[in-house]
């Protein structure tokens, strides 16, 4: 692991970022988030986002000032759910019985790749209006790294990347997956960009009482979660150490929290979009 020397007065209150976590169908709170900034006119210099947090966060530093691709990214969240999640459990059973306990996948990403590279309006970082940098976890060392130009298709895949559920994708003859693995909260890489107020829009566990797990797939990712969320508290306690001039504002409408991980219905997520965007507007206004 590389180490870098730290300045703790870098970070200047006027440098705004962003931090979209991940949190699987849950991520539909960051386009009800994203709605809300842009309604209150609160425009990020800098951008950081994992897993489902990745794809909002790269429709807001694309356009951050309007709503042109809100309806996009909705369609965008559909797909990412039939393709992510889009297994019954007939078909789960199945691949078991053809393929054995040796497969490596449960599905692919082969249709959400079509799909954004049919719709996504921009294909690289140096197209967004406002600077962007996307986690993903490294499968060959373990370390979480993070990819701000170039290609920015390829790291959006990774960072949707469900171990398990989803193989790796190969990126400059590495392969990565799912960001969150290594860093769900994305804070430091905006201290480091010397971001002084930072907002943290954290859509999965947040302390709340878990939802009871109906099966194996609910209690891996509930334990998942319960990882993140003490590794996120650690995290944003030695950035304030490091550096304590920062102020971190926690955007986290808890909406949603009551739906199984795999529930993509479009009756659920707009729910869950309106539910974060009135509640982020209540959260905003007291700051």
Not at 9 to 38: D, Q, T, W
Not at 83 to 105: A, M, N, R
Not at 183 to 193: H, I, M, T
Not at 256 to 261: A, M, Q, S, W
């Amino acid at each position: 692991m590389e180490l870098r020397e730290v300045n703790a007065n870098i970070c200047k209150e006027e440098i705004l970022g962003i931090a979209y976590s991940g949190g699987g169908n849950r991520g539909a709170i960051h386009l009800g988030v994203m709605k809300a900034f842009i309604e209150a006119k609160i425009t990020p210099t800098h951008i950081a986002g994992v897993s489902a947090g990745a794809f909002i966060g790269a429709f807001h530093a694309a356009d951050p000032s309007s709503l042109a691709y809100f309806n996009l990214v909705l369609d965008l969240l559909k797909e990412m759910g039939r393709d992510l999640f889009g297994l019954s459990v007939p078909q789960i059973i199945g691949k078991f019985i053809t393929q054995g306990i040796g497969i490596k996948s449960l599905g692919s990403l082969d249709k959400l790749e079509y799909f954004m590279r049919k719709n996504m309006p921009f294909k690289t970082f140096e197209e967004l209006k406002v600077p962007l940098v996307i986690g993903v976890t490294n499968e060959n060392n373990g370390e979480g790294e993070w990819i701000s130009k170039g290609d920015i298709l390829k790291p959006l895949l990774a960072t949707s990347t469900v171990p398990g559920m989803q193989p790796p994708v190969e990126i400059n003859g590495n392969f990565y997956i799912d960001g969150g693995a290594t860093d769900n909260l994305p804070l430091f890489e905006l201290a480091r960009e010397r971001c002084g107020t930072i907002y943290a829009i954290n859509a999965g566990y947040g302390g709340e009482a878990l939802r009871g797990s109906k099966n194996f797939l609910e209690t891996m990712i509930a334990a998942r979660e319960l990882s993140h969320y003490q590794t996120e508290k650690y995290e944003e306690e030695l950035i304030k150490c490091m550096y304590p001039n920062i102020k971190i504002i926690h955007v986290e409408p808890r909406i949603g929290t009551e739906l199984p991980p795999y529930d993509f219905s479009p009756e659920k997520i707009n729910s869950v979009i309106e539910g974060s965007y009135k509640k982020t507007l209540e959260i905003l206004s007291s700051h």
